[in-house]
């Protein structure tokens, strides 16, 4: 029934003051307090865009790629379209000419398209070479679709201009339970084709060790049973 007030008072509630009953000096004396902190109070915000934010290392903006000595570092495996989730990365791969050159493939072309892209930083994770990292811009804008399609000329930064975030990759991915700095970029290709000397060291130094276990024992030969597995005949065994 409309018209009846209800006093939702609880128990332990206080009552106002006669001062507190009036509302209007109250209203002010909040006013004076946001007067207050406006006047006195350290800025927080930035005035973007005239005042841009510089974010710190850890930041993941728009993933680019490393640029070194002219040319990607990327050597074209492809592990990073495969890592990503909404599948923005593509690429073509393409042999390298140069003999005196370390590396065998790289990109022909590459693409990222950054309408697809969700920033999540798992092809920086997973590339072998720190040849894709996140950078740190933020401020992308497109006109259309297609232009949310970066190819290679967009998405190449030289090496110098990443070293924040190189750094703190290094920084991030190191600590080891020995203490032994990882070597990103060497230790994640021990099983480079090309570069076999890390191979033979790997050998070399857990060889002995692998001699110890099941590992390097023959395998038992099931009685009656061919390499294939399945059951063989009398016959065949003569
Ligand atoms: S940041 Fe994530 S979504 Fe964006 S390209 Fe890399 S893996 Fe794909
Ligand atoms: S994972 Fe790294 S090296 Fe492999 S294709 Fe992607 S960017 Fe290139």
Redesign the pocket.
Known sequence: MPGVPRNTKSDNERDLSFWERLYLPEIFKGLGYSFRKLVKEPQYTTEYPDELWNPPDSYRGRPV??EEEGK??????????K?CPPMA?S?Q?REVEDPSSSKERE?AW?EINMLRCIYCGF?EE???????VMSKEYDLTFQGRSEAIFGLEQLLVPVERLTDRLEYLEDYRNPQEDDEPWQHREDNNLHSLKDRRHVRELAASTMPALNNTHLRREPPIAAGKTWTGRESSPDEHG
Not at 72 to 81: I, M, Q
Not at 126 to 132: D, F, G, N, Q, R
């Open positions: 790629l490393v990607p570092r990327c050597v074209s495996c492809n592990l990073c379209a890592a990365i690429m791969s990109p590459f092809c997973v590339c072998p070479e720190e040849a894709i």
